[in-house]
């Protein structure tokens, strides 16, 4: 250096890290490099490390959404300079539930701020709305255990049955000039990833739509056998700069919802009228395109059978939703109005696993200061190796997870032991000693292009026995061995 750089502001940090997230093409790796050494060089005292950990998405301090909007909230009420409507008690709480509303329909700080600062919390719902072209938290369901339980808590109302796919959540923007982008359920984009579900679009909806957002499940998908394939599959596509002649896993996009057509936002409209909106404004086009499966009734046993093809059809079970009472689409939610029948809430393997916790990756927002999921491996006796199987990172109680981190704190070492077996892509955050033994309840077993369990071979008592006994694969293992 030949001076000393400026101090570094918030600003600059800031519109750096906007300027590094644009950088593409050609040497944009070394122009990345070149933006983050400016900052650590301007940096002093303990800035270096924050810069780091904001890059990396990393801060450990528990700085959680909530807090943000809770603050906005209460500095908004502060200086707020009309008195809050005659009907709210608390200014502080309401004001936070307000911001709340707003940012799961426009999740843009850079635009909620700025009318928090001109029209004030309290006008916000009026002045902050969904808006094609920036998506919004999806709907979530509730989890129920059976089939009677949901014909109990939607008694009296009319409800639908949709298959629940093992994909990937997206949500799809086409706006007026043709564009489309693409977005995953953490509001990443994914255009790069799926360009063709993007050059589908044109095929996919009619003549009179010129824009849309459609709510669907991308999933990887075998055309010539027609068939869903697991989403250990689908997981294994680049994550972008896809190029369509290079593509392997081909994929269908099953929709299911319609947030925006023509526009006209629809999150207000009940789930009825939204899927005659999503009836009459796309065209299926088999293994590229598919409207989900779905059945209307409130009969047990028709319900019981339709959950049973579902699972036999390599989906995840049912998502039940109401119609047409209570049945808006309520963004970044997890209602009561929609409840998930999954197979893995069920008795379905019949058996569990005896694994071994090998790796961990650190946990992010709640589960900062312990470990957020683990990896997994089983003992291969004739090979005297441990070879990876899953990563887990739900089931766990609070207390659960604090006591497993806090447990296997004292067998970490510093690289994996030789005896590992797991795939090269595999980068956890810390390893462990082989020390501890857990029973795992399991869904059903997928072949995975990742991990090593059972690799290559069928044996009896093996993880890979217990694949071939399914039910759901028994067909599907008839039609590979065949084709071998």
């Known amino acids: 250096m030949m001076y000393k750089p400026k101090p570094l502001t918030i600003s600059r940090v800031l519109d750096t890290f906007r300027t590094i997230a644009k950088e593409s093409g050609k040497d944009s790796q070394d122009k990345k490099r070149s933006h983050i050494k400016g900052l650590l060089v301007a940096a002093t005292d303990c800035e270096p490390q924050y810069i ?4 990396q998405s990393k801060m450990r301090i528990g700085l959680a959404e909530k807090t943000v909007q809770m603050a906005l909230g209460q500095a908004a009420v502060y200086s707020e300079k009309g008195s809050p409507p005659k009907k709210v008690q608390s200014p502080f709480e309401e004001a936070a539930k307000i911001i709340k509303e707003a940012y799961s329909v426009l999740p843009v700080y850079d635009k909620i701020v700025p009318t928090l600062l001109d029209a004030g919390v ?34 009296g109302r009319e409800y639908t049955c949709e298959y629940k796919y093992d994909g990937e959540r997206a949500q799809i923007h086409c706006m007026e000039d043709g564009t489309v982008e693409i977005y995953s359920r953490s509001a990443e984009r ?36 027609k068939r869903i394939l697991p989403f250990q599959i689908l997981s294994t596509r680049a994550r972008k700069g896809v190029t369509i002649n290079d593509i392997k896993v081909s994929v269908c996009t099953f929709g299911f919802d319609i947030l925006y057509i023509n526009g006209k936002p629809l999150l207000q409209e009940q789930l009825k009228v939204r899927r005659e909106h999503l009836y009459n404004s796309f065209e299926e086009v088999p293994g590229v395109f598919q409207l989900a499966t779905a059945i ?9 059978k339709f959950l049973d093809l579902s699972v036999n059809s390599s989906c995840e079970g049912l998502i039940i939703k109401t119609l047409d009472t209570d049945a808006t689409y309520e963004p970044a939610k997890r209602s009561n109005n929609w409840l998930k029948l999954k197979k893995d809430y069920m008795d379905s393997v019949g058996d569990s696993l005896d694994l071994v916790p090998i790796a961990a990756f650190h946990g992010r927002g709640k589960r900062t200061g312990v470990y957020g999921s683990f990896l997994l491996a089983c003992y291969d006796e004739h090979n005297e190796e441990y070879q990876t199987i899953c990563n887990i990172g739900t089931g766990f109680s609070e207390q659960q997870l604090e006591e497993r981190s806090t447990s296997l704190r004292s067998k970490v070492i510093k690289n994996p032991k030789a005896y590992y077996r797991f795939a090269d892509t595999t980068d956890p955050d810390v390893w462990f000693e082989p020390s501890e033994v857990w029973e795992v309840k399991a869904a059903d077993l997928s072949i995975s292009p990742v991990h090593r369990a059972a690799n290559g071979i069928v044996d009896p008592n093996k993880v890979a026995d217990m694949y071939r006994a399914q039910k759901i694969n028994h067909s599907h293992n008839q039609e590979d061995e065949d084709d071998d």
Not at 126 to 154: Q, R, W, Y
């Open 52 to 55: 780091i950990r904001l890059l």
């Open 122 to 155: 309290w006008k916000l719902p009026e002045t902050c709305n969904f808006s094609i072209g920036v998506p919004v938290g999806p709907m979530l369901a509730k989890a129920t255990k059976s089939v009677s339980e949901i014909i109990d808590k939607f008694q």
């Open 190 to 225: 994914n255009t790069g990833k799926y360009p063709d579900v993007v050059d589908a679009i044109s095929r996919i909806r009619k003549p009179t739509v010129k824009s849309f957002v459609l709510d669907c499940e991308i999933v990887a998908y075998d055309r010539e056998k």
């Open 296 to 304: 209307t009734s409130n009969d047990l046993e028709e319900i019981q």
